[in-house]
């Protein structure tokens, strides 16, 4: 029995400063390091144009998507600010996410035009921009998502790319996956040698890329979004890839798999990057690729809010299985919240409970502070659960939790420091 007892206000408090406080590894964005410039988006007509809200936009009708889409950045944002803040109340997520991100620099949207928002961020030297989103939302480093056939962000590829230990790289495989013929003649195209007699399937010359790609950049870990119907079975589309390259290079280089299960790409194409649904998974297939691969290690994330319970159980049984993030339309505080506490009760603190998937710079700010909030709810309610049994968390246990939960678990998995 510990003598150190915390009445229920000081418990609270020492939580939520413990959280506030916790340094995070952001193990999911689709950030840039500041040598890519342009690449990385940031401020206010980034933030107002991003796909979660572009989309909620076109939803009011106000304007069909193919003359909203063909306007430049900024009479987009003029439209969602329009739409979304001045015309409704922006009671949505995404549209909070911009109010608590105006609000932590000072700015108050009530009041202020949105002429005078964009002259604050313009103001910002890209590196500075960096360095104070960095600050405010506590993230040390973050992981990006790095495609290497990305026409623009692959001539980035250079040694200055991986320079920033803040942007850790993601190599991206979705086009090797889903296209591989497509992939190979890019293969072929860039000076690789690829075999005719294997039916566009040449999985050494697909290998040998894999490899060279990670010499550039020194991947943190693979990755691939996938769709709900996912399968990992001998002949299941793209089983071969999976087992004779990817796995059998992350095996051999001791690197991570991330698996992001659910999307149902582009249900509505005119969309863009908005278009994209959800849909139900077998996790089974998750179990069996555990199973069946058991020195790779893997990350996973699901889309679908009814696949949440049952992978959580399927990560009781699988050391190799680190499940992360509640991810994109999950990201909202009532299915946080939920999530967060079903894994808990389940998997105790051996999950990385959330990623930012930030797609502009400033959203790194709303999207941590957010999830942070509802965190330190589930784990402050977690501890008065245990004070009830007589068990007292001391101030250094609750600090040596919370890093685990916003840095250590992933600084584990990645092999960070
Ligand atoms: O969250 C998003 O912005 C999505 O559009 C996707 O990028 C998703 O997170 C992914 O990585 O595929
Ligand atoms: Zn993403």
Redesign the pocket.
């Known amino acids: 029995m510990r003598d150190d007892r915390m009445n229920t206000t000081d418990l609270r408090h020492v939580v939520q400063k413990a959280v506030e406080t916790a340094k995070i590894v952001d193990v999911?964005t689709?950030l840039y390091p500041p040598c890519c410039d342009k690449l990385l988006l940031r401020g206010i007509d980034d933030l107002l144009t991003y796909?979660?809200l572009t989309v909620e936009t076109l939803r009011y009708g106000e304007i069909g998507p193919e003359k909203f889409f063909a306007l430049p950045k900024n009479l987009q944002a003029d439209i969602i600010w329009d739409v979304l803040f001045e015309r409704r109340s922006p009671v949505s997520e995404s549209c909070r996410g911009i109010l608590t991100t105006l609000n932590s620099y000072g700015l108050d949207p009530t009041s202020e035009s949105l002429g005078s928002i964009r002259t604050f961020f313009a103001e910002l030297s890209l590196d500075e921009h960096v360095d104070l989103v960095l600050e405010k939302s506590g993230v040390k480093s973050l992981v990006m998502?790095n495609n290497p056939f990305d026409e623009e962000e692959e001539p980035h590829w250079g040694p200055g790319f991986i320079k920033d230990e803040r942007f850790r790289t993601a190599l991206r495989i979705d086009d090797m996956l889903n296209s591989p013929q497509a992939a190979l003649k890019k293969l072929e195209q860039r000076g690789y040698n690829v075999a005719s007699d294997t039916g566009g399937l040449d999985y050494p010359a697909m290998k040998k890329f894999l490899s060279d790609c990670a010499d550039r950049i020194k991947p943190v870990y693979l990755a691939a979004?996938l769709p709900p119907d996912f399968d990992w079975s001998e002949g299941s589309a793209g089983y071969g890839i999976l087992r004779d390259v990817v796995l059998s290079y992350c095996e051999e280089s001791g690197l991570p798999i991330a698996l992001?299960i659910g999307?149902k790409k582009l249900i509505n194409p005119v969309m863009g990057?908005g278009g994209?649904g959800v849909g139900f998974s077998p996790v089974e297939a998750v179990a069996k690729l555990c199973l069946e691969n058991p020195h790779v290690k893997f990350l996973v994330t699901m889309l679908a809010r009814e696949n949440q319970h049952e992978l959580a159980v399927t990560a009781r049984k699988f050391p190799n299985l680190m499940v992360f993030g509640c991810?994109?339309f999950l990201n909202n505080p009532s299915l946080v919240e939920e999530i967060t506490r079903m894994r808990m009760e389940l998997l105790g603190l051996s999950f990385i409970p959330q990623h930012s998937?930030a797609?502009v710079l400033d959203q790194l700010i709303y999207k941590w502070k957010h999830s942070k909030g509802i965190i330190a709810d589930v784990l402050f309610d977690k501890y008065e659960d245990l004070a009830r049994t007589g068990w007292q968390v001391s101030a250094e246990d609750i600090a040596r939790d919370v890093e685990m939960l916003f840095s250590g678990n992933a600084k584990e998995q990645i092999g960070i420091k």
Request: charged share 20%.
């Open positions: 999911h689709h796909h979660y998502t979004s992001m999307v990057l994209d991810w994109w998937d797609r």
